[in-house]
């Protein structure tokens, strides 16, 4: 059984530097779902469960013990509506981030799911509102996974944080790092009215994709798309060769990293 996490300490490191507010609740349905009624730009929910969380495309996500399960509302102003993709980015660099703080070496699968190894250790959905506020949700297996803990999406076997370090894991220094990496990266995305060559974003995101330059699977609402990952776009859309050479820009879907035989 994991230790609850110490509200008192992550409001004293995080509010009023980095964030307006911060709550930690026990359970709710899904902490994306409850800050979409959120007003107040840099809000935070953390539950230590969800009861109905949501994955990319509508499914469904377990949140087992020993995780962080955490959402934070941004209102970007100043941003065009276009770059605010961007922000699902930037989470997925501050999990590599937090990652290597541990001691854990960790890339992404494009757009934000953090890997260890060719096992899924975190999750990211980001949610545009009407009025252009971003939520952000992640969800992050920081102790050892129970048992039976099914696949992902393409497949991917879960894992965790402690199945790569000797270190002891504190849950509450870990959402401390997460939170402050984020803060710090979105700042610079902002002040930088969403550019993401000005704030530098783009470079670290690149140098941190295990995507970029591998064979992979695409799988798309209206079928698949097999190629090499060329490039990323400016607007963070994943660019594909096909095998005839031709460049299909992808801005959803599944990524599969396919084996070179």
């Not at 941003?79 to 981030?97: D, E, H, K, Y």
């Not at 002891?168 to 060559?197: C, F, I, N, S």
Request: charged share 25%; proline share 5%; glycine share 12%.
């Amino acid at each position: 059984m994991s230790t609850p996490l110490d509200a008192d300490v992550l409001r004293e490191r995080l509010v009023g530097t980095h964030y307006a507010k911060l709550d930690v609740v026990a359970s709710t349905g899904s902490t994306n779902a409850d800050l979409r009624r959120e007003t107040q730009d840099r809000s935070v929910l953390i539950a230590e469960e969800q009861t109905a969380g949501q994955g990319r495309r509508g499914r469904s996500w377990t949140s087992p013990g020993g995780g962080l399960y955490l959402s934070a509302l941004f209102r970007p102003e100043g941003v065009p509506p276009q770059r605010l993709p961007w922000l699902t980015l930037i989470a997925g660099v501050a999990l590599v981030r937090t990652a290597a703080s541990v001691g854990v070496q960790a890339t992404l699968k494009w757009p934000n799911d953090l890997l260890i190894g060719d096992r899924k250790a975190a999750g990211v959905l980001a949610e545009i509102t009407a009025d252009h506020s971003v939520v952000v949700g992640i969800g992050l297996n920081v102790g050892k996974l129970p048992e039976g803990i099914e696949p992902g999406a393409g497949g991917l076997e879960p894992t965790s944080l402690a199945d790569h370090t000797d270190r002891p894991l504190d849950r509450t220094e870990v959402a401390t790092t997460l939170l402050d990496e984020l803060a710090h990266l979105e700042r610079a995305w902002r002040a930088a009215q969403g550019d993401p060559h000005a704030s530098g974003l783009y470079d670290e995101y690149v140098r941190e994709c295990s995507t970029l330059g591998r064979r992979v699977r695409v799988d798309l609402s209206g079928g698949q798309l097999s190629g090499t990952a060329q490039d990323l776009e400016v607007d963070g859309t994943l660019l594909v060769r096909d095998d005839d050479g031709v460049d299909h820009p992808v801005s959803a879907g599944d990524v599969v990293h396919l084996r070179v035989r």
